[in-house]
């Protein structure tokens, strides 16, 4: 049932219904496991990470309020443990092979990197202010990794093919908007 909340997936977990949490994964898991791919982890570390979330997430389904903005919740459940991650492995000893490697992705000392970070967040942010359908219709054709053609996406969205265009274009100009609103000191609208 893709039409199901995130309050009746929650619920259905919470009354112990398996298909419920296989459900409440297949709406959620790419999403976890692309934040932390975003942030430059590994597929490995990104599996882990994501592996991480969704135990503290049954862990926690009993003391989530009913009003919970799940997708937020997770990704911000996530970015914590990423930042940990990180940290952890910032203090562990790295072969010359591995600082080189790491050297060259980080960058001046890990402004790049950082840098990176502040846009990946400031974009998910300005997506988040977005409404679900220009959002949902955003994430489809720019973040989806099967990377669907406009005959699947207005199929998914039930919109006509030549409409795909002019509504992405209209989306993009409300996310400017948002943007804009939220300037970072390296962005140039």
């Given at each position: ?9 929650i619920?259905?977990c919470?009354?112990?219904d398996i298909y ?16 932390a ?6 597929m490995d570390?990104?599996a882990d ?6 135990t ?8 989530l ?6 997708a ?7 970015k ?29 000392g ?11 967040d ?16 955003l994430?489809s ?8 053609s ?12 030549g409409s ?18 939220t ?7």
């Amino acid at each position: 049932m893709m039409s199901e909340t995130d309050y009746q997936l929650i619920r259905a977990c919470r009354q112990g219904d398996i298909y419920a949490w296989d459900r409440l994964l297949d709406k959620y898991e790419r999403l976890v496991y692309s934040i932390a791919l975003n942030y430059g982890l590994a597929m490995d570390d990104a599996a882990d990470i994501t592996q991480t979330t969704f135990t503290i997430l049954i862990q926690s389904l009993e003391n989530l309020r009913d009003d919970s903005h799940l997708a937020s919740w997770l990704a911000t459940v996530t970015k914590r443990h990423i930042w940990r991650w990180l940290e952890r492995r910032s203090r562990e000893q790295v072969s010359p092979e591995e600082d080189a490697a790491q050297s060259e992705l980080i960058g001046n000392g890990g402004a790049n990197l950082v840098e990176r970070w502040e846009r990946v967040d400031w974009l998910r942010d300005g997506l988040n202010m977005l409404d679900k359908r220009c959002r949902d219709l955003l994430l489809s054709l720019y973040f989806d990794p099967e990377q669907p053609s406009y005959a699947q996406v207005a199929e998914r969205f039930d919109l006509p093919v030549g409409s795909i265009g002019p509504t992405r274009a209209r989306c993009l100009e409300r996310l400017k908007a948002y943007l804009t609103k939220t300037t970072q000191p390296w962005y140039q609208p």
